[in-house]
């Protein structure tokens, strides 16, 4: 089941923050997350294994709030480097271990 | 630095060629994937593999092939390429879940035009 991301786009200026939603209707074990840039492959941002976790890699966090089978991605004082498209990847509890499904994206701009 | 390499990066044949993407891994893993995407659109799953000997058909369906004959090489086949193959294949790997690292790393993609 493919996991639903919001929102589709956002345009920020640079220093702005902004959050990226994924949830899933499924029971989840995991929530991936990766950048990719324009003409580029996907680039591995983060893992959330467990319910509550929280992780973070400079000013780039995630939330993984199991119960409401969601995870949110937030991008503190965001820098034109971050512009992309983010994708969420879900592994549930049915078919741990096995291949993800990815969400269909949200495209972010970072201007000036 | 992901090891996870893929040939030909780009690709512009006639329509009925049989053609071969290569994604070959330096990194050990056991689970291999085989994604098509449209640009600035979602990853489609098309093929995984577990290990050797092991391929299963992914979510979209789709007119290719796969063999995993060796843990480190992941070649995917379209017997008889069409327009509609028109798209960008990314292969991508990552170890066994066991080891709770299970993150996929990316291969650079080959772009594929077919006339």
């Known amino acids: 089941q493919q996991p639903v991301q919001s929102p589709q786009a956002v345009i920020l200026r640079e220093g702005e923050d902004a959050v990226i939603n994924c949830s899933s209707s499924k029971a989840l074990y995991s929530v991936h997350w990766y950048r990719q840039k324009h003409g580029e492959a996907p680039v591995f941002l983060m893992i959330?294994?467990?319910?509550?976790e929280q992780k973070g890699h400079e000013k780039i966090s995630a939330s993984f709030n199991e119960k409401k089978q969601q995870s949110s991605l937030y991008l503190t004082a965001s820098q034109l480097s971050y512009s992309g498209t983010y994708f969420c990847g879900t592994e549930s509890r049915s078919n741990s271990g096995y291949a993800l499904n990815f969400g269909k994206g949200t495209s972010l701009l970072v201007t000036p | 630095e992901a090891d996870i390499y893929q040939t030909p990066r780009y690709l512009v044949i006639g329509t009925g060629k049989k053609i071969t993407l290569e994604c070959s891994q330096t990194m050990g893993h056991d689970k291999m994937y085989w994604y098509q995407q449209d640009p600035g659109m979602e990853l489609h799953l098309i093929h995984y593999?577990?290990?050797?000997?092991?391929?299963e058909k992914g979510d979209l369906s789709s007119e290719s092939t796969v063999s995993r004959i060796r843990t480190e090489h992941f070649p995917l086949t379209l017997e008889s390429a069409r327009p509609s193959h028109t798209s960008q294949y990314l292969c991508?790997?990552?170890?066994?879940?066991?080891?709770?690292?299970?993150?996929?790393?990316f291969g650079p993609g080959t772009r594929l035009t077919v006339l």
């Open positions: 959330l294994l467990k319910g509550g």
């Open positions: 593999s577990y290990g050797v000997n092991s391929t």
């Open positions: 991508a790997s990552s170890a066994d879940v066991a080891s709770g690292r299970n993150e996929q790393f």
